[in-house]
C-alpha cells in the first residue's frame, strides 16, 4: 500500500509539472503575440480571445478607462452584451470594477454578495465566480482585465491568479508601446498644425483613387482650395493669428464633408478635398458650400 501510494503521487506530481509547464508555455506564446500586435484595438480582441482559451473560461472582458475616469475601450469574448452597456464612468461598472478599485487582482467566489452587484444586471444571469486584475500603465491605473466562470465549474485557483496577474503585467507594457506607435504612426500622415491629412498622404490617396476610377469605372472629384491674401493676414497680425485661421479653416472644411471624403493641408495656405464617386455637379455644390462658410 505504501509503495502504491508513493506511485501515485509521483504521477499526480508529474501530472502537476506538466500541467504547469504547458500552461507556463501558453502564456508566454499569448504574451508574446499580443506583444506583437501594432494596434490596441487588435491587441485588446487578441488577448480576450486567448485568455479565454489559457484559463479555460466562459467569459471575459477588457476595458481601458481614461483620464477623466470613463470607460474608453472596451474588448470582450463570450460575453453576449452590448458593449454600449460598459461605457460609463468606471463606477459604474459594478463587480467588473472591483480589481480597478483595489488595485490588485480580486476573486469573487459570490458575486452576487459584493456590495456593487445591483449595478451590473446584464452579468446576473451567468456569473457564478469572477476573478479580475488590473491593469497598470506608466504606474498609472488604466483598466482590468476580468474572466468569469471555470468551464469545469470549479473556483479560480492561485495558479490561475498567479496566471492572470502575470499576463496583465505583459498586457500593460504592449499597450503603451501599442499606444505610441499608434502615435508615431498618426503623426507620420497628419498635418501637425492643422491635424488633417499632409501633403504625403495626398499623393499617396490621389494615386490609389485614380486607381480605382480605372479599375471600377467610378467617378470621383478633387478640390484645390488656395487662401486668398493669407500673407497679409501674417504680416499685419503675425503668424499665430493665421495658424489659428488654417486651424478654423480646417475645422471648417471636415464640417461640410462626409466620412469617406478627405482633407489634405496640401502647403502652406492651400488645402486639397478627395470626394469619392463625386461628380463635377456635386463637387460644385459641396465647392460652393465651403466657399460660402470660409
Known sequence: PVT?????????MKHDLEEASLRGRRLYELSFSVAKER??????????EGVTELIGVEQSV??????????AFVWSHGVDTDHGQFTRPVDGLGVLAAAYS????VVLEEPQTHPQWPLTPWLHSSVRHMLCAPLTMQEEMEGALCLINKRNRQAFTQEDIDTVS???VHVGVAIDNARFLET??????????TGVYNHMEFQKHLSEEIERSRRFGKEFSLLMLDLDHFKMVNDTCGHQVGDSIL??????????????DKVFRYGGEEFA?????????????????????I
Not at 494596434?39 to 480576450?48: E, P
Not at 478607462?65 to 470607460?71: L, R, S
Open 247 to 260: 486651424k478654423n479653416i480646417a475645422h471648417n472644411l471636415r464640417g461640410h464633408l462626409r466620412a469617406v
Open 102 to 105: 483595489a488595485k490588485q487582482p
Open 4 to 12: 502504491i501510494e508513493r506511485v501515485i503521487r509521483q504521477i499526480r
Open 273 to 293: 478635398v478627395i470626394l469619392p464617386e463625386t461628380g463635377d455637379r456635386g463637387a460644385k455644390v459641396i465647392s460652393e458650400e465651403i466657399r460660402r462658410s
Open 39 to 48: 494596434k490596441v484595438d487588435a491587441l485588446g480582441g487578441r488577448l480576450v
Open 166 to 168: 502575470t499576463l496583465a
Open 62 to 71: 477588457l476595458y481601458l478607462v481614461n483620464g477623466a475616469g470613463e470607460v
Open 184 to 193: 508615431k504612426e498618426q503623426q507620420a500622415v497628419t498635418d501637425s498644425l
